[in-house]
């Protein structure tokens, strides 16, 4: 029901956008989390934005480089990605919460998307 794209190889200081589209049901009411799983550690959240977009919330380690959107009437969110640094390198995540405040963590999160692969040379 969650589809992320757009991952992709990039040289350090490049940038890049995912997407996460939803398909048989829409989102427009839940927060939408981005979160990524770098090989050989623990999924970590990096964006997050409210179900209205009007509340967005960010891991200090991406804070002023990532962007987090989302277009309700497309039923798709948007990851912006821009500066990116090796440490990015990691298989991103799109997912969909219910929760009434906006969580960061992984257990609050209802829907999951397959993950998209973002790796970043030095």
């Known amino acids: 029901q969650l589809q992320a794209s757009g991952g992709g190889l990039v040289q350090a200081g490049g940038s890049l956008r995912l997407s996460c589209a939803a398909s048989?049901?829409?989102?427009?009411?839940?927060?939408m989390g981005w979160f990524r799983q770098a090989p050989g550690k623990e999924r970590e959240f990096v964006a997050a934005i409210s179900w209205s977009g009007g509340s967005t919330y960010y891991a200090d380690s991406v804070k002023g480089r990532f962007t987090i959107s989302r277009d309700n009437a497309k039923n798709t969110r948007y990851l912006q990605m821009n500066r990116l640094k090796p440490e990015d390198t990691a298989v991103y995540y799109c997912?969909?919460?219910?929760?009434?405040?906006?969580?960061?963590?992984?257990?609050?999160?209802?829907?999951w998307g397959q993950g998209t692969l973002v790796t970043v040379s030095s």
């Open positions: 997912a969909a919460s219910n929760a009434v405040a906006v969580p960061t963590t992984t257990n609050f999160y209802d829907y």
């Open positions: 048989g049901r829409t989102f427009s009411t839940y927060v």
